[in-house]
């Protein structure tokens, strides 16, 4: 199986057009696609978050020479590959153990049924949830009803589905009953009116920079804020589930843990 082939069945479920058509409408930058491509058949595929060393280690241990990330191996331009540079060590392993990389970020975040909306069937999320950035399919951030539950209680069950316990609250307690929910570091001024607007209770993302914390509160808004890793995670699994028995290769999962 050329590596080709499988990213072209994994572009046909999460395609790359959604990428750029979400940094065309609403600005940002991405890179996805395929990062490495080390002219080899593929012998299996390692589903990471991130192309860590542990999820080198996971290929070498089972013989796969194709990790397929969630954030882009390689993010913004590189002048230079040193293995002495966390970067560079992890870009030149795989080169040298013939792995190659697939990346897709933005387009998994924003499909239909991606790591966006994942995370809001997590927080408790049911029905049709529509997106507050739409896009031709699918789109970014989420506002929706629950089923009425105490902020604390809504804190643990999160902590509890999505496996973690570094997860910081903020608000008093009450009853929650209309979460808006935005997958990695996805917090602005933006995202926070938008979450007012849907007549949220509470703000759930990642990496909230301080001065959106103190808006979104003094908005009205409690606010849970997760790892990044846990924030996506949990979608990128459910991810790899509905891909793993169509790409023509044995895959398997890897998670690095500690980042939970």
Do not use: W
Request: glycine letters at 12%; proline letters at 2%.
């Amino acid at each position: 199986m050329k590596l080709k082939e499988i990213y072209e069945r994994i572009d046909a479920r999460y395609p790359k057009r959604l990428s750029d058509e979400y940094v065309a409408m609403y600005g940002g930058r991405d890179n996805s696609g395929i990062l490495i491509d080390a002219g080899k058949d593929i012998t299996g595929a390692v589903f990471s978050l991130d192309l860590s060393q542990g999820a080198i280690d996971a290929a070498a241990a089972s013989g796969k020479n194709l990790i397929v990330t969630h954030h882009p191996a390689i993010f913004f331009p590189i002048s230079s590959l040193r293995a002495d540079d966390a970067q560079g060590a992890r870009l030149l392993r795989a080169v040298e153990s013939g792995i190659g990389v697939i990346s897709m970020h933005l387009n998994m975040d924003c499909a239909d049924g991606g790591i966006d909306e994942s995370l809001a069937r997590a927080i408790g999320g049911t029905g049709e949830i529509a997106p507050q950035e739409v896009l031709s399919q699918g789109g970014y951030g989420r506002v929706f009803d629950v089923k009425p539950i105490g902020f604390a209680d809504f804190a643990d069950r999160l902590k509890s589905v999505l496996r973690t316990e570094r997860i910081f609250s903020y608000g008093s307690e009450g009853t929650v009953r209309k979460a808006a929910s935005f997958c990695g570091a996805g917090v602005d001024a933006g995202a926070i009116a938008a979450a007012k607007r849907g007549g949220a209770d509470v703000l759930v993302s990642a990496d909230i920079k301080h001065n959106f914390i103190c808006d979104a509160l003094e908005s009205g808004l409690r606010v849970v804020q997760l790892t990044h890793y846990a924030s996506e995670n949990y979608g990128f699994k459910k991810i790899y589930q509905t891909l793993k028995d169509g790409l023509g290769v044995e895959c398997e999962y890897h998670e690095d843990t500690f980042m939970l």
